[in-house]
């Protein structure tokens, strides 16, 4: 399985891990973070360039876009659609307070359904080695856009460097599908995912 994925995006044996642990992503806090954030697969840096060391992640998320009262917790990195982490020694802190995962009463059915059928595919990959053909595209490449160009741009106004894209409908039936993009800064050690929907 693992072997078949790193074929499909061109990329190295072993440069892609689906569904790690919570403890190999989150620097700190865990146990708040896999609360709210679902890793579904860690890239090798050094796969996409060589001068680069340690992993980068991507998560599934789901923050509620009707709840205003998070906007108070909005950053450069961290608004409508976007979540960014700082990455430490291969391992993510969140770049703001987690209120902005807040969610009104309406929202939480759609949230606990992200979790529990992310849970389900993880289990199933875990147990069964059930295949996800994931959307991931290989560096280098370019995003494949729902809507405009939105390639986040680094501290000192540079384009980040475009990782992977995968639609969350290949993990989680929440009735929630986006495309989530991750980019990277080695420069700022700076990690930004932005979602589109259709």
Not at 20 to 35: D, K, R, T
Not at 108 to 135: A, D, G, P, Q, R
Not at 178 to 185: A, G, H, Q, T, V
Request: net charge negative.
């Amino acid at each position: 399985m693992l072997k078949k994925i790193s074929r499909f995006l061109g990329l190295p044996f072993g440069a892609i891990k689906p569904f790690p642990e919570a403890s190999e992503v989150f620097l700190e806090n865990i146990e708040e973070h896999s609360n709210l954030l679902f890793p579904v697969c860690s890239v090798d840096l050094s796969s996409v360039n060589r001068r680069w060391k340690g992993h980068i992640h991507l998560l599934q998320f789901n923050e509620d876009p009707y709840n205003t009262e998070t906007a108070k917790f909005f950053n450069s990195y961290c608004k409508d659609n976007t979540i960014g982490f700082q990455v430490v020694n291969g391992k993510y802190k969140f770049l703001t307070d987690f209120r902005y995962f807040d969610l009104s009463p309406e929202w939480e059915e759609w949230f606990v359904l992200t979790k529990e059928t992310y849970t389900i595919s993880k289990n199933n990959y875990k147990t069964k080695k059930k295949k996800y053909w994931m959307n991931f595209i290989v560096p280098g490449g370019e995003p494949r856009w729902e809507q405009e160009d939105e390639t986040p741009l680094d501290p000192e106004g540079n384009r980040m460097t475009f990782i992977a894209q995968y639609s969350s409908g290949k993990i989680c039936s929440d009735n929630c599908e986006k495309e989530i993009y991750l980019f990277y800064s080695d420069k700022h050690k700076l990690a930004v995912q932005i979602y589109q929907t259709s």
